[in-house]
């Protein structure tokens, strides 16, 4: 099933996205409207759009999003860093989150924000406080597109993450939550480019080449910090970041999942 959340003639709600989703674009795909919100048992009210005619919304406005560094270990090398013995955990303000179209905005303080391309894990009904790894799938309600948007260059000259990836607009998600799929194998893609020019694929990687996988991930986070319902995990990006400039269009698409895309504008 497929949970966006979206603004329509009459409001905004939640809704299953129906059709088939196997391109980027929306044609074909409708979206029926729930009552409440999407962690009980799913009611259609009987209001249906096509998909083409409303505005996706960020699937879900976390409490908090939760990051995990170094994840992939050529993404570790490629910077420079050893891959961590355990989770390099840090946090991105709900103030960052956007949704898809949404545009990134580059701010004056950074001269080289970069993209990061991420499977995001959305925390269902029952949280997770303190789980066992064996019982940490329990604790998903699906899972989204990310990108967890880096000001490099600030990053490195802070150490700590907080400034650099902390910007409104550096965390993209959507288009839509995804449930009752196996998340431990699945391509994660980042491409960008610009209108009329066909986009550079700049990364390209797999789940199943996690550090730590999803299990662990939870269990580990959910030791430091409950996690609420709706609360965001990213798990980390594959190797090929890169820089972002006004005019681009980055995309991440993860199979399976769905395809976000941003355009980048300055601020």
């Not at 839509?176 to 699945?186: E, N, P, R, V």
């Amino acid at each position: 099933m497929r949970i966006a959340r979206f603004v329509h003639s009459g409001g905004m709600s939640f809704g299953v996205v129906e059709g088939d989703a196997a391109g980027a674009g929306t044609e074909g795909l409708t979206v029926a409207a729930i009552n409440g919100h999407p962690f009980g048992e799913i009611e259609l009210t009987g209001d249906r759009w096509a998909l083409a005619d409303v505005r996706l919304l960020s699937p879900i406005l976390p409490s908090k999003v939760v990051c995990v560094g170094r994840n992939y270990a050529e993404h570790a090398a490629e910077l420079g860093n050893a891959v961590p013995k355990e989770p390099l955990l840090f946090l991105k303000p709900t103030t960052s989150v956007i949704g898809p179209n949404d545009p990134i905005r580059l701010p004056p303080q950074s001269h080289q924000v970069e993209h990061e391309a991420e499977l995001a894990v959305v925390i269902g009904a029952t949280g997770a406080r303190r789980v066992d790894r064996a019982d940490a799938l329990k604790t998903v309600f699906g899972y989204t597109c990310a990108n967890d948007v880096t000001a490099r260059d600030l990053q490195k000259a802070d150490v700590q993450f907080t400034r650099a990836k902390g910007f409104d607009s550096f965390c993209p998600l959507g288009p839509w939550i995804t449930t009752g799929i196996d998340a431990s194998d699945l391509e994660v893609r980042c491409e960008v480019g610009r209108a009329g020019e066909e986009p550079d694929v700049r990364q390209l990687g797999r789940t199943s080449q996690f550090v730590f996988d999803v299990a662990t991930l939870i269990s580990y986070v959910s030791h430091v910090m409950t996690l609420l319902p709706g609360d965001v995990v990213l798990t980390g990006t594959p190797a090929g970041v890169g820089v972002l400039t006004e005019g681009d269009v980055v995309s991440v698409s993860i199979e399976g999942v769905g395809t976000l895309s941003n355009p980048v504008l300055n601020l």
